[in-house]
Structure formats: structure tokens, C-alpha cells
């Protein structure tokens, strides 16, 4: 076999402009037992990847150099918590260069706040309470590869997601400290990184979240990631962290915040930045910016972390399954697996999440009945009875909140 007719370096839309050609095993070079449960539009997993190397990672997949934004094949997020090592890279402009913590400042300012203040890193840990919690970040566009027609933007796969855990200081106190006004609506953050044009007048990213998720105890401003510095790349030395919501709002190289007595208009704030349609669209659709709405709560999503896509199994031995399941500002309630194309499906063992916003661990085994190629589909459900949809979900012109099943590829000899 060829490795231009390998499933695991074939890519989902070469596949699908062939299959009308070729039928499903002849293309894979094996037998496919539950090939006939494969839902029609689907095609085997492809496990492709471009590997460079980034100062203080391991592994990531460099989706784009300017600006650098970096995805983690889903196998190296195996661990419980994710090392610095293998947290993704999403960013918009050039990261800080010569940064020295020790002179760093954050200013608190803002139309609704009561007392704009200036803090140096030093000054947020003698005045503030320390925490330490475990807070998954997702970007919006995590799964953008898999819509058709494509939408623009970093083409996604699974990987634009993390687990770690982060240090600093609740964003509640900080905020409490400085006065915030009746009227306060949305806090937003403006960042020490470089617009790609290199012209300093100009903002890369400036989001944020309503006043009432900057409030909750789990938002952070946190200048520690598992223990030690937070790599470069995912905001040193200060950044912000409302997990469960788009890994967008939570801004990096954290140089100000703003407590706005209307819903923040930073760059990158209005659609179609980080919004979705107000009602379905068929794919292709041009959708006016008056119909859009921001992106809130992340959708319930799960992934398949061991075993990597692609492997070879000895069909007398069982084989053990797990990964991680999140649902944004809600909890998962229980997480299924499918041989068979989804035709049924097995419970998984679910762990209660470290702390609220951190993702859930789950781990399950399977049975392969006979020889051939398999896919194992992951799909959770979250408390408000919620469930991943097998395919692709709505297309949205910039292919955000892709939550469809996980799916590994799996030859049984």
C-alpha cells in the first residue's frame, strides 16, 4: 500500500472525492466489518501531521508561523493535567520579546471602575489571596478543519485544547479591590503582544466576558502554569483565564483590563470575530453581522487520548481506551464509545472533575469481534442532557464550536 492510499495519511476530503470510485475496503487495503454502519459523508480517520520544533514544546503541529499558532496530536494529551510541553499556541500577533517580570505592570481602569489601579506582579501576591485550580482552555475554532465548504481561519483539528493548572489570583478580588460601578456590564483586556503590521497603534486581540464571568471564583489572572512560569507562547509572565468559554477571552501578555459599562468593543470582539448565527444556516451561507452572537459556554465535547490513531492491535487482546470530556461552564455526566460507526454504544468509568472548568478523565476497554479496520467514536453527554452529535454539527461561516465525536483508527491483526 502506497502512502498515498494509507487511511491514516489520507485526508478526509481526498477521501470523500474518491469514494464514489473506490468502495470502502478496497481503499483502506483490509476488511472494514461494520463498514456498512459508516454514516454516508464520513471517511476513515486520517492521522496526518507537520512537526517543527518550538522552544519549550514537544510534539505540536504548526498550523501557521505568522502569527504562530501550534495544535497537540490528541495521543500527547494523555496526562491527567496537561504538561506546559504540549499546551496548544493560539496567537494573533507577535508575543512580548526582553519581558522582566519584576517590572511588569497591570493597570485596572475603565469607564465602571471606581479606582484605577496599577499593579506589579509582586503587588497581585502580597495583596490578593493565592489559588491554584486546573482550567481547560479551548479555542472557538478547535475542529474548523472538518466543516465543508471550509471556513477561513487556522485549519483545527482536535488538538487547540489543554488542561493545566494555573496560579494567581481570583480576578473577583482584583477587581472588588479597584471599585466596580452599579453599571459595570463587561470586563475586557488589552495585551503586551505586536500586531503582525508592526504598527503599535493597533490592537491584535482586546475581548473579554460579562461582568458576571469575570466575577466567578474559578477567572483567574495567573502568572504560574503547573508550577513554573507560564510558557512564552501562552502568555508570560501574566495572563487571563476564564475557562469553559473560547480560549479567546482569555487574554495573554496581560497588560490592562477595562470594566466597561457596556458590552467591551475591542478588536476581534465584533462578528464575525467569535460569533455564531442567531439561527441555522446551510452551509455556504453569507450571514449579515447584525445576525451574529458571541460566542458564551464552549459545546460538550470529549477526546480520545490513548490510543493514537492509527495503531496496529493484536486481535486477542483487549484494548484499553480513555480521554478527557469538558462542557464548558457545565459538568459531563457521562461519556460513551462506539466500534461499530456509532450503530451502539458502550459506558465509560468517569471521574469527577479536580475542580469546577476542569476537564473530566474517563477510561473504558474493548473487544474487537475479528480482524479488520475499526474506529473508535467518543461522544459525552453534560448534566443539562446534552450529547455530542456524531457528524460535523451546523456549519457556521468561521467554523466555530466544532463538537462532533472523536473518532481513532484502529487495524485489528
Known amino acids: 500500500m502506497t502512502n498515498q492510499d494509507n487511511p491514516y495519511t489520507l485526508s478526509r476530503r481526498q477521501f470523500l472525492g474518491r469514494s464514489g470510485q473506490v468502495s470502502l475496503a478496497a481503499a483502506l487495503g483490509m476488511a472494514v466489518p461494520f ?7 464520513l471517511a476513515p480517520v486520517a492521522y496526518a501531521a507537520n512537526q517543527a ?6 510534539g505540536l503541529i504548526i498550523l501557521g508561523d505568522r502569527p504562530l499558532n501550534a495544535e497537540t496530536p490528541a495521543h500527547l494529551l494523555d496526562d491527567a493535567v496537561t ?4 499546551m496548544f499556541i493560539r496567537n ?7 519581558v522582566d517580570p519584576a517590572t511588569w505592570r497591570l493597570e485596572i481602569s475603565g469607564e465602571s471602575c471606581e479606582r484605577p489601579t496599577s499593579f506589579s506582579i509582586a503587588d497581585l501576591k502580597q495583596r490578593f489571596e493565592t489559588i491554584t485550580l486546573q482550567l481547560q482552555l479551548e479555542c472557538g475554532g478547535n475542529g474548523r478543519g472538518e466543516f465543508s465548504p471550509a471556513a477561513s481561519g487556522n485549519q483545527w483539528s482536535v488538538g487547540a485544547v489543554g488542561c493545566p493548572r494555573f496560579t494567581g489570583v481570583r480576578l473577583r478580588d482584583v477587581l472588588q479591590y479597584c471599585g466596580i460601578n452599579g453599571d459595570a456590564v463587561y470586563v475586557g483586556y488589552y495585551g503586551a503582544d505586536t500586531h503582525l503590521s508592526g504598527d503599535a497603534s493597533l490592537d491584535t486581540i482586546s475581548r473579554g466576558v460579562p461582568i ?11 502568572w504560574a502554569m503547573n508550577g513554573e512560569d507560564i510558557p512564552l507562547h ?21 497588560r490592562r483590563l477595562v470594566v466597561r459599562n457596556q458590552v467591551h468593543d475591542g478588536e476581534k470582539m465584533l462578528a464575525p470575530s467569535y460569533t455564531m448565527p442567531a439561527y441555522p444556516v446551510a452551509p455556504g451561507t453569507r450571514v449579515p453581522d447584525s445576525d451574529m452572537r458571541i460566542i458564551e459556554s464552549m459545546p460538550v465535547k470529549s477526546l480520545v487520548s490513548f490510543p493514537a490513531s492509527g495503531i496496529t492491535h493484536n486481535l ?5 481506551i480513555r480521554g478527557h470530556a469538558w462542557a464548558g461552564d457545565n459538568q459531563i455526566s457521562a461519556v460513551f464509545l462506539s466500534i461499530d460507526f456509532g450503530a451502539t454504544w458502550l459506558p465509560t468509568a468517569l471521574q469527577p472533575a479536580a475542580n469546577r472548568l476542569a476537564w473530566q478523565n474517563w477510561q473504558s476497554w474493548v473487544q474487537f469481534p475479528e480482524k479488520g479496520y475499526y474506529e473508535i467514536w467518543a461522544r459525552a453527554m453534560d448534566d443539562r442532557g446534552r450529547s455530542q452529535p456524531m457528524v460535523v454539527p451546523g456549519w457556521n461561516p468561521r467554523g466555530y464550536l466544532n463538537n462532533a465525536c472523536h473518532r481513532v483508527a484502529v487495524q485489528v491483526v
Open 212 to 222: 458576571a464571568k469575570a466575577l466567578e471564583p474559578e477567572s483567574l489572572i495567573a
Open 92 to 98: 494573533n500577533g507577535v508575543p512580548p520579546v526582553n
Open 316 to 320: 486477542r487482546e483487549r484494548l484499553d
Open 234 to 254: 501562552n502568555g508570560y509572565p501574566l495572563r487571563l483565564v476564564c475557562a469553559g468559554w473560547p480560549g479567546s477571552v482569555s487574554g495573554k501578555w496581560l
Open 35 to 41: 463498514g456498512h454502519l459508516l454514516p454516508r459523508g
Open 83 to 86: 504538561p506546559n510541553r504540549y
Open 53 to 58: 520544533a518550538i522552544d519549550g514544546k514537544e
